[in-house]
């Protein structure tokens, strides 16, 4: 069936290296994506998203890089911080009826950054 | 971003009482309130979408007569458990999306159940 999911449970990663969380995708009719960040005990917390008409998007510290031919979607994050431990989840925005369509989210990496 | 905040934060109650849980969108107007639960090291499972004004629209094997969802205003949303049981157990986590923010769901900080 229709999925969005995660290629890695865990990510374990050093304070100051790059962090790379991927996620595949199967609906290739997808055109919108999400990046929320989840801290223990709390909601997740919104990251970054991506338009299916790029393939590419910045923000502060972090990249999400779409490649529509794979279906698959990565978040970077330069110079890993203690305080990016959390668990990471992609979603990918189905539209409904309305504008706001459902989210479909994957299972969720865990990132694990070392002191 | 938006903020969206939910109250109470935890709850604890006895079996066979109900729970409420309200969803609040601060700044902005949310045309579309969604609700999840989240079992411990598990994603999120969207329980029920809720457009203000009109019914809740619930997924494939959520009871709608036990999770009732009321849509009254562009800023709040709540959530009953009715004759909640241990098994309703959970963390329940709101969204809101809509008005400005049109695809973008932004999340409130969970309620924690916990039904004995």
């Known amino acids: 069936g229709e999925s969005v999911g995660l290629h890695l449970p865990t990510l374990s990663v050093q304070e100051g290296d790059n962090s790379i969380i991927n996620c595949a995708y199967s609906?290739?009719?997808?055109?919108?994506f999400i990046w929320y960040k989840q801290e223990s005990g709390k909601g997740p917390q919104f990251i970054i998203d991506?338009?299916?008409?790029?393939d590419k998007r910045q923000g502060q510290r972090v990249t999400v890089l779409l490649n529509k031919t794979v279906k698959h979607l990565s978040l970077q994050i330069a110079a890993t911080q203690p305080g990016d431990s959390a668990v990471y989840f992609c979603a990918e925005n189905r539209r409904g009826s309305g504008n706001t369509g459902k989210l479909i989210f994957g299972q969720g990496t865990t990132l694990q950054v070392k002191p | 971003g938006a903020v969206v905040s939910q109250h109470p934060s935890r709850v604890i109650c006895k079996s066979g009482t109900s729970v409420k849980i309200e969803c609040r969108s601060l700044d902005f107007q949310a045309t579309t309130m969604f609700w999840y639960r989240q079992f411990p090291k598990q994603s999120l499972m969207l329980m029920a979408t809720s457009n203000e004004g009109s019914k809740a629209t619930y997924e494939q094997g959520v009871e709608k007569d036990k999770f009732l969802i009321n849509h009254a205003s562009l800023t709040l949303s709540t959530l009953t458990v009715t004759s909640a049981h241990p098994e309703d157990s959970s963390f329940y986590i709101c969204s809101a999306g809509g008005g400005a923010f049109q695809e973008t769901q932004y999340f409130g900080p969970g309620t924690r159940l916990l039904v004995l």
């Open positions: 609906n290739s009719a997808s055109d919108y």
């Open positions: 991506i338009r299916s008409n790029m």
